[in-house]
Structures are given as structure tokens and as C-alpha cells.
């Protein structure tokens, strides 16, 4: 069981938009920054989103972050077929001094 | 270019020790603290370990605390983590992941893989 909690798949055709939740609580999203990471299985995580909605260098905008309270949503626009993946998010714990992931939420797009 | 390389993966019996390392380029590797990720067969990414840039601070998860060991040896560019007492539930790919701003792991190596059995 994670301690952030995310759906465990999404769908949505090829050009819409899709959203993915990732709910904490107070000692962990509530009061530290949330990350977002995409994985293929066999290869290295990839960092998506940090800080909530920054988006690193050579990320396209179609990928954005928000957070509310002991949430995070991650949101991808104009889908594509190679953003089929799972995704992450992530974040500190301050009462378990540890960091924390959500399950993992696998996207198709059909 | 950022790179990180781990290696030391493999099969080993339960009760077990192996010692995995982490190979960093591109980057200077003393100014950044570094984290140790795995993922189980069919499971999502379990944070293990993480050490500051001067090793001085240390962190672990509570499935792992007191079996898995983590150090940095920056002189040679290179992180460790040092497996002792392995079970079954410990076979996952192990990754190594840099850690930007004490707050996200930025940059991410391929991964190696412990198999526990017998």
C-alpha cells in the first residue's frame, strides 16, 4: 500500500487530454513539493514535472503539474501514442523522514 | 553528457550480500546527494536509500533499514549500496538517481538487476 495515492490506469484517445491523481496528506504533500516521473518499464524513470508544475528543460508543455492542498495532479495535452507509460508521483514525508512515491498509474492511449 | 551507470547486480541466495555501485559522469558528483530506487517484478518504484553530498546525512526506507548500507566515495565519482540479509521481496531492478535541490531525483541511470532465490 503507498503512501500517495494514484489511480492505477488511465485512457484516452490519441489527442485528447488526460489528467492523473496523487493524494497525500499533510505530512507529505501538504507541506513539500511534488514531483512527477514517466517510466517505461526496463528503462530510467524520466523526470516530468518538480515543484509542483515546473517542467524541466527539453520537457514539451503538453505536460503540466498542479497541487491543492494534500493533492497533485499530473495533466498531459494532445496525446500521443509514445506517451504511453506509467507515472509517479513523488515526494519527501516528513514523518517518515523517507521519500514517497504513489503506485503508479499506467496510461494507454487507445 | 549526465550520466549514471550502475552495476553489481545479480543472482544471490536468500540470507545473502551483494553490492551494488553507481558509476557518475558528466556532472560534478560531490555537489549532489544521490538516492538509491528499485522496482519489484510487476510493482512501481519503491524508494530505498538516499545520502547527502558529504555522506554526512543518511536516510533509509523502513523495508531495508538495517540490512542495506548506502556510501558515496566521491573521490572515485561512485555511490554504493551494500545489500546484507536479502529475501525474495528484494529482487526488483535497483536504480541509482541524482537528487536536484534535496527535493527530486533529475537524472536517472538504467538500472541493474538483483534476482533473491534459491
Known amino acids: 500500500q503507498s503512501v500517495l495515492t494514484q489511480p492505477p490506469s488511465v485512457s484516452a484517445a490519441p489527442g485528447q487530454k488526460v489528467t492523473i491523481s496523487c493524494s497525500g496528506s499533510s505530512s507529505n504533500i501538504g507541506n513539500n513539493y511534488v514531483s512527477w516521473y514517466q517510466h517505461l518499464p526496463g528503462t530510467a524513470p524520466k523526470l516530468l514535472i518538480y515543484d509542483n508544475d515546473e517542467r524541466p528543460s527539453g520537457i514539451p508543455d503538453r505536460f503540466s503539474g498542479s497541487k491543492s492542498g494534500t493533492s497533485a495532479t499530473l495533466g498531459i495535452t494532445g496525446l500521443q501514442t509514445g506517451d504511453e507509460a506509467d507515472y509517479y508521483c513523488g515526494t519527501w514525508d516528513n514523518s517518515l523522514s523517507a521519500v514517497v512515491f504513489g503506485g503508479g498509474t499506467k496510461l494507454t492511449v487507445l | 553528457e549526465v550520466q549514471l551507470l550502475e552495476s553489481g547486480g545479480g543472482l544471490v541466495q536468500p540470507g545473502g550480500s551483494l553490492r551494488l555501485s553507481c558509476a557518475a559522469s558528466g556532472f560534478t558528483f560531490s555537489g549532489y546527494a544521490m538516492s538509491w530506487v528499485r522496482q519489484a517484478p510487476g510493482k512501481g518504484l519503491e524508494w530505498v536509500s538516499a545520502i547527502t553530498s558529504s555522506g554526512g546525512t543518511i536516510y533509509y526506507a523502513g523495508s531495508v533499514k538495517g540490512r542495506f548500507t548506502i556510501s558515496r566515495d566521491n573521490s572515485k565519482n561512485t555511490l554504493y549500496l551494500q545489500m546484507n540479509s536479502l529475501r525474495a521481496e528484494d529482487t526488483a531492478v535497483y536504480y541509482c538517481?541524482?537528487?536536484?535541490?534535496?527535493?527530486?531525483?533529475?537524472?536517472w541511470g538504467k538500472g541493474t538487476t538483483v534476482t533473491v532465490s534459491s
Open positions: 538517481a541524482k537528487i536536484l535541490r534535496n527535493k527530486y531525483m533529475d537524472v
